[in-house]
């Protein structure tokens, strides 16, 4: 019986370690996923596209979401994350979508939408791991 409290403690404590750790993973990858977004929309050669439309909206998708990226500021004023039916619901004509986001070992290729400049905006982003910060390696402005 004694044998049994001590393992079942041990599966409980072990359980718990693990549920604090990816928590801990999961805030992680949000602060990153967060800091990539941030420098996204700070391109510097993006800001022409913009015309000061604010707030800024970000067309809410599997990698993104308002329940766990706060703080984003375009223009000096919080970025705000929307679905694709609110912003239909809200007619709102500038948004961002992304369109794809892929995760290799080398970085992060992105490409994001900006349907009402009719622009696609592909970026490289690769982190400095001595730093620990995101950076935009590569970008492009394509007009469609």
């Given at each position: ?35 990539i977004l941030q ?30 990226i706060k703080g ?73």
């Amino acid at each position: 019986m004694k044998s049994l409290k001590v393992t079942l403690f041990f599966l409980i404590i072990t359980f718990f370690t693990n549920s604090i750790a990816a928590a801990c993973d999961e805030e992680k990858i949000h602060d990153e996923i967060k800091e990539i977004l941030q420098l996204a929309i700070d391109l510097p050669l993006l800001q022409q596209f913009f015309h000061n439309r604010t707030p800024l909206t970000i067309e809410e998708s599997d990698y993104v979401h308002s329940d766990y990226i706060k703080g984003l500021k375009s223009a000096g004023k919080t970025v705000q994350f929307m679905s694709k039916n609110d912003i239909r619901k809200n007619n709102i004509k500038h948004y961002l979508t992304i369109l794809t986001w892929d995760v290799s070992s080398f970085g992060i290729n992105a490409e994001f939408e900006y349907k009402v400049e009719g622009i696609i905006i592909s970026y490289e982003f690769k982190k400095d791991y001595s730093t620990l910060k995101w950076n935009v390696e590569n970008s492009t402005i394509i007009e469609h």
